[in-house]
T-cell receptor, first 109, second 115 residues
Framework: GQNIDQPTEMTATEGAIVQINCTYQ??????LFWYQQHAGEAPTFLSY??LDGLEEKGRFSSFLSRSKGYSYLLLKELQMKDSASYLC??????????WGAGTKLIIKP | ETGVTQTPRHLVMGMTNKKSLKCEQH?????MYWYKQSAKKPLELMFV???????ENNSVPSRFSPECPNSSHLFLHLHTLQPEDSALYLC??????????????FGAGSRLTVL
C-alpha cells in the first residue's frame, strides 16, 4: 500500500534549527511536496522536490533522496510564527497526492 | 477577492439537516477539489472536478453530494450526516494536472460539527 510517515509533533526553540522528516512509499513517484498549515488557516505550498538534493528558499530548505524514499524540511532561525503543522505529500505515478498526517511544530521562546 | 474562498467557515448541523458548503476560486484554475481533514489523519481526497466534469469520487458516501456549476464554483451538499463526518472540509484548486508547476491552492476550510 501507499504510505507517508512523519512525526506527529515536534518542539523547538525560537532562533534554533529544526528538521522535519518524511518517509514515503508510493506507487511510482512524481515529486514530494511540503505544505504549511497554521491553525484555522489554509494549507499553503512551501516546496516541491522531484530530483535528489537540497533546495533552499530563504530560511526553509527541503531535501529529497529518491533511493531512500526520504525527504526532510529544514527550518532555520526559527520564529514564533513558524508554529504550524507541516504536511508532507508524495505525488504518485497517477499524479495522485498521498498525504502524511502532518507534523505539528511548536516553537517555544 | 483573490485565492480560494470557502463559506461558511463554521457549521453546526443535526443529523437530519440539509446544508451546503460553498467554494469559490478567483485564480482562473481549471481543477477543483474537496478534501476532508480530521485531526491527526492524512488529508482525504473526496472529489475532483476538471473543467466542470467530475473526474474522481473516492468512494464517498452518498450523503455527500458535490456540484460544480462552473470552473470557479464548487459546492458540497450535505444531508443526513453522521457525527463521524465532523471534520474540516477543505476546498482546493489547481491550474491543471498536479505537477511541480501546478500546485494546490487551498481555502481556509469549513469546520463542520454534526450533532
Amino acid at each position: 500500500g501507499q504510505n507517508i510517515d512523519q512525526p506527529t509533533e515536534m518542539t523547538a526553540t525560537e532562533g534554533a534549527i529544526v528538521q522535519i522528516n518524511c518517509t514515503y512509499q508510493t506507487s511510482g513517484f512524481n515529486g514530494l511536496f511540503w505544505y504549511q498549515q497554521h491553525a484555522g488557516e489554509a494549507p499553503t505550498f512551501l516546496s516541491y522536490n522531484v530530483l535528489d538534493g537540497l533546495e533552499e528558499k530563504g530560511r526553509f530548505s527541503s531535501f529529497l533522496s529518491r533511493s531512500k524514499g526520504y525527504s526532510y524540511l529544514l527550518l532555520k532561525e526559527l520564529q514564533m510564527k513558524d508554529s504550524a503543522s507541516y504536511l508532507c505529500a508524495s505525488l504518485d505515478s497517477n499524479y495522485q497526492l498521498i498525504w502524511g498526517a502532518g507534523t505539528k511544530l511548536i516553537i517555544k521562546p | 477577492e483573490t485565492g480560494v474562498t470557502q463559506t461558511p467557515r463554521h457549521l453546526v448541523m443535526g443529523m437530519t439537516n440539509k446544508k451546503s458548503l460553498k467554494c469559490e476560486q478567483h485564480l482562473g484554475h481549471n481543477a477543483m477539489y474537496w478534501y476532508k481533514q480530521s485531526a491527526k489523519k492524512p488529508l482525504e481526497l473526496m472529489f475532483v472536478y476538471n473543467f466542470k466534469e467530475q473526474t474522481e469520487n473516492n468512494s464517498v458516501p452518498s450523503r455527500f453530494s458535490p456540484e460544480c456549476p462552473n470552473s470557479s464554483h464548487l459546492f458540497l451538499h450535505l444531508h443526513t450526516l453522521q457525527p463521524e463526518d465532523s471534520a474540516l472540509y477543505l476546498c482546493a484548486s489547481s491550474q491543471g494536472e498536479l505537477t511541480g508547476a501546478n500546485v494546490l491552492t487551498f481555502g481556509a476550510g469549513s469546520r463542520l460539527t454534526v450533532l
